[in-house]
């Protein structure tokens, strides 16, 4: 298989996973993260395929949306090993997969991703940031049914991942200063932290004019 038949036969595959998602991580987000992936990939010498296919799987076993995330791992290898990946760019997609979110980095230790994976990572956030940003974390927000806002909750800090998860008490304004707010200055590649600044910019005007409006002060 050439190259680009692999990468059509990730990105159906993908389709088939997460078309149906109904929490703001569906095809369209994974398109969005792959279409960032290859701009960032412009300026940064990473191997496209490897970059690519794991933008396309990013979100098929994550434990926040999947009930069994081990057995869709294993289907992701047995997956790509059908579609004549090696081994060794097997290992290297499942790990980016299984270690580039947010939660990830809240332990003591974080795992450390190779360039391919700081890309995907970098355009996973940026898709969590911005009008895009804001519009998904209402949109997941409402289908966990949490609070919108409620001041008397103050945003949690120092979480570790099972703190994280944990949505007694969210909020899902919390949410920007617990996580989205902190995205910009955790961007690994240059690319991905310029279009990342104007993008939290928007985010806090964004709670500014809501608070302003919460309040009836406008």
């Known amino acids: 298989m050439t190259h680009d038949e692999q990468l059509k036969a990730v990105k159906d595959f993908s389709y088939q996973k997460m078309s149906g998602d109904a929490t703001g991580h569906n095809f369209d987000h994974i398109q969005r993260v792959v279409k960032t992936a290859k701009k960032i990939l412009v300026t940064e010498a990473a191997d496209p395929l490897i970059t690519l296919s794991a933008a396309y799987l990013h979100d098929v076993a994550d434990d926040k949306l999947v009930s069994d995330p081990a057995e869709l ?112 200055d955790m961007m690994n590649t240059s690319s991905a932290k310029k279009i990342a600044q104007s993008r939290n910019q928007y985010m806090l005007g964004f709670l500014a004019e809501f608070k302003a409006e919460w309040d009836a002060k406008k």
């Open 73 to 184: 791992e294993k289907e992701i290898r047995d997956f790509l090993k059908d579609n004549q990946f090696s081994n060794t760019q097997i290992e290297e997609i499942i790990f980016i997969t299984h270690n580039l979110s947010f939660s990830k980095s809240l332990g003591s230790n974080p795992p450390k991703l190779s360039l391919a994976g700081q890309i995907v990572q970098d355009s996973d956030r940026l898709d969590a940031i911005g009008a895009i940003g804001i519009t998904r974390a209402i949109y997941y927000g409402g289908a966990n049914s949490d609070t919108i806002y409620d001041p008397k909750i103050l945003p949690r800090e120092k979480m570790n991942k099972k703190e994280y998860r944990n949505l007694n008490n969210e909020t899902i304004i919390n949410h920007f200063y617990e996580k989205l707010l902190k995205l910009t």
